[in-house]
Nanobody
């Protein structure tokens, strides 16, 4: 499985961005997927996860109510809609894939994509 993330960029505080992660591989739609982020000089942190059939969705407290995760299994794509962005959201965002959302939330991913940089200016 390979993961290709895109959609990052520079946005003003209060603005919105949508990140996209396209997965390759026949079984990609059977996996849970998630987003992590890492800000400069900070630890990598969990952002959001979604189960294989979109039944379960999880969010970090810091993004709850502002970010929405979704997926299109036909397109093998997961999205992260980010609204009301804050300067603290500035980070490289990584797409990951793994067997369950429980494992993904702890960082136990089978595959990591390359990151996409989100910069939020104040």
């Amino acid at each position: 499985v390979q993961l290709q993330a895109s959609g990052g960029g520079l946005v003003q505080a209060g603005g919105s961005l949508t990140l996209t992660c396209a997965a390759s591989g026949r079984t990609a739609s059977m996996y849970a997927m998630a987003w992590f982020r890492q800000a400069p000089e900070k630890e990598r942190e969990f952002v959001s996860a979604i189960s294989s059939e979109s039944t379960y969705k999880y969010y970090a407290d810091s993004v709850k109510g502002r970010f929405t995760i979704s997926r299109d299994n036909g397109e093998k794509t997961v999205y992260l809609q980010m609204n009301f962005l804050k300067p603290d959201d500035t980070a490289v965002y990584y797409c990951v894939i793994g067997p369950t959302t429980v494992k993904l939330r702890t960082g136990e991913a089978d595959y990591w994509g390359q990151g996409t940089l989100v910069t939020v200016s104040s």
